[in-house]
Nanobody
Framework: QVQLVESGGGLAQAGGSLRLSCAASGRSFSRYAVGWFRQASGKGREFVAANSWNGGSTTYADSVKGRFTISRDAAEYTVYLQMNGLKPEDTAVYYC?????????????????WGQGTQVTVSS
């Protein structure tokens, strides 16, 4: 069993930065891949970024490539999403998720555990 808790959301101005954290519990977490997804009001949940279990493989949605960076601190069981150059269209609830396969996946159905989400609002 893996539990995920996101933090770090809030209000930012366009062009600003935020860093989201996803703290995990569960002894097997080190073997899980982690993804970040987001859901804007009235829209479906979309893929943002993912990192394989050993950090050797990473992928990003085209909309965030070059602006967002996913990383993990294995010792702390924490995964981060550094968001730079924020845009109003980045406004959404951001979720972290973990998949036991340990490989990068971009679909929501590929993930076994989800956090509760953290709100990110970017003003223009």
């Amino acid at each position: 069993q893996v539990q995920l808790v996101e933090s770090g959301g809030g209000l930012a101005q366009a062009g600003g930065s935020l860093r989201l954290s996803c703290a995990a519990s569960g002894r097997s977490f080190s073997r899980y891949a982690v993804g970040w997804f987001r859901q804007a009001s009235g829209k479906g949940r979309e893929f943002v970024a993912a990192n394989s279990w050993n950090g050797g493989s990473t992928t990003y949605a085209d909309s965030v490539k070059g602006r967002f960076t996913i990383s993990r601190d294995a010792a702390e069981y924490t995964v981060y999403l550094q968001m730079n150059g924020l845009k109003p269209e980045d406004t959404a609830v951001y979720y972290c998720a973990a998949n036991r396969l340990g490989i990068v996946e971009v679909t929501t159905t590929s993930y076994d555990y989800w956090g509760q989400g953290t709100q990110v609002t970017v003003s223009s």
